[in-house]
């Protein structure tokens, strides 16, 4: 297999000692004897060990991280800036796919730690006490990313998921909508479950518009359960001329409902989205979204955990950044 | 940071010695002994060093895994699935995304030898000659998912692309098209270049059916390159009736610019995918798509990989998956 330092001296004829020397860069080896040494490693493709050198270092230069759902656009999105931000400061990601499964990631939480990663970003805030506990003993910087676990022991980098909500309902009011359906998420997750459902209803009632419990539905963020909860809505008494999901996912979803039920958007109904992953562009009509900047998300959570790793602390200080809504087509001014 | 093993010996008041014939199972270790070690473990959060144990073992249980675009979902449920696969036999992923910088990909591979990676998976094919003889010098199996490179050097987990594209067409030809467009892919890419033209362009002739040349353009696999390609095609005198786009990304994109032209898929052009990705059932009307498995390509070449890694042996010989037609919405028979 690998070729070993014994194996570059046994080829250049000399002791593994002048290897390890030319190797070190010292001076007083011959060069002839570099020569030979340089031949052999050139001849071997001999390459210095990365697990034997951050031994001696204590530096892995890798991160763990921990993604709910690889095939999501908006979190392979993050991983992608996560990664392109880890490359150019020399870290390596070990890259871990959660799909609600505690064995697997604890069993993952358990290969970090024995791998000595230097670091661990997570994407998900079901965190179990389990898996909190192994965490805090490891004692390495752990931040965060597009989400918030249930205390304040860590940090995360987040948007307002709250404002973001009240501010993409408004927007729908102020469109002239007054019968406005919700798909919100999982209401046990506090950022994207909890807040933006609190924004959306303050920002009903904050306009005196009533609060009606027939249109409100909560989903698990995916395609499909924007659809089934949108078809929920639908068979609805009174169907609402707005919707606002709290994921791209599924608003797309709850489009894709309508258009089967030869419905129309925005004309029969106006869709809001939330995330801005790349459906929103790729929709047809283009999607309206409050959007999260999810490039901005990944650098920021990279440069925020080098910066605790470099500095040698952990901190729990939250990094908020800014929500922006982006108008598309789906959602219009309400037909007075 | 991490606590170390002489940190157990001190808190538990022992020999480190001793603590290591605990970690180690050996038998004649006294009772209170292996108490005092174990509690001290558990104080401290201690784990055993994974880089040590490898170092001692020459086994890293690390998989190195070049993806060209992790934000597509083509590739990112590739990689899921490869995750599974891999985690299930306690093998972590490196994960790095490649977008056609070699200067990374290079760094990378050097990555991959220097962390002493037990095999190497890689999802393009414009392999660099430098990169080529890198990986090569490696000598630990490698292979290639869903891609195919230029020479037999390397084995490749793939569809037969050529039969596939055919298959596609001959849909359509049997659909009543003849006029049949073409968005093909990168014609430096063997599989999914070359074949997939070679494939239509035999299809057609095959079947007696003339070549139109400013109905064939080539675009980069993506959403907005099949937009653009399409854009072009339709600005022709003659448009074809029907579509074939040699991925699901520049079908949807092809769909898309079709919509903002206030055309219909399908009953103005049918349009025919390719991949099998999650857009196909995303879309409206749904894609009729040429499919690979996703899926299976993932969990095939991880268990193709591990073959390799457990028998000590690198192949370079290539698996062939089926391809399967899914007919859903966005291809029907021409009005005669």
């Known amino acids: 297999m690998q070729p070993k330092i014994k194996d570059v001296a046994r080829v250049a004829g000399v002791s593994v000692t002048t290897v390890s020397r ?3 860069g ?17 001849q071997l493709g001999y390459a210095p060990s990365h697990i034997a050198r951050s031994l001696v270092r204590n530096k892995t230069n890798l991160i763990g991280v921990i993604v709910p759902d690889l095939t999501s656009s908006f979190y392979s999105t993050i991983l992608s800036s996560i990664e392109e931000a880890a490359s150019t400061n020399d870290y390596n990601l070990l890259v871990c796919n959660i ?8 069993k993952y939480i358990n290969v970090f730690q024995e791998m000595r990663v230097e670091g661990i970003i997570i994407m998900h805030e079901k965190i179990n006490e389990e ?9 390495i910087p752990v931040i965060f990313s597009s989400v918030k676990p249930m205390d304040q022991e860590f940090a995360s980098v987040i948007i307002d998921d709250y404002k973001a909500a009240y501010d993409a309902t408004k927007y729908l009011i ?16 506090i950022t994207s479950g909890q807040n933006r459902y609190s ?15 027939e249109n409100i539905r909560f989903g698990d963020y995916k395609v499909k359960s924007g659809y089934e909860q949108m078809k929920d809505i639908l068979r609805n008494k009174q169907t609402p001329t707005a919707v606002f999901a709290v994921s791209d ?24 989205g939330f995330d801005g992953s790349q459906l929103t562009e790729l929709a047809r009509p283009r999607l309206t979204s409050m959007e999260q900047p999810i490039q901005d998300m990944g650098k920021v959570t990279m440069a925020a955990l080098l910066k605790q790793i470099t500095n040698k602390e952990t901190s729990n200080e939250d990094i908020i950044l800014e929500h922006k809504l982006v108008v598309r087509e789906s959602c219009i001014r309400r037909d007075s």
Chains 1, 2 share one sequence.
């Not at 001076?27 to 490693?41: G, H, M, P, S, W």
């Not at 799909?99 to 604890?106: A, F, M, S, T, V």
């Not at 996912?249 to 809001?272: F, K, Q, T, Y």
Request: hydrophobic share 40%; aromatic share 6%; with cysteine.
């Open 22 to 24: 030319v190797l070190n």
């Open 26 to 42: 010292e001076r007083y080896v011959k060069d002839d004897l570099k020569e030979k040494v340089n031949q052999a490693i050139d």
């Open 99 to 106: 799909i609600e499964d505690i064995d697997k990631e604890l």
């Open 131 to 139: 898996i909190r506990a192994l965490i805090h003993k490891m004692n």
């Open 174 to 189: 102020e469109l002239g909508h007054e019968e406005i359906g919700f798909i919100g998420g999982d209401m046990r997750d």
């Open 199 to 213: 924004g959306y209803r303050n920002a009903l009632s904050d306009h005196s518009i009533k609060i009606i419990y």
């Open 249 to 272: 996912d599924m608003a797309v979803g709850a489009m894709n409902c309508i258009w089967d039920h030869n419905l129309r958007v925005p004309e029969d109904i106006s869709i809001m």
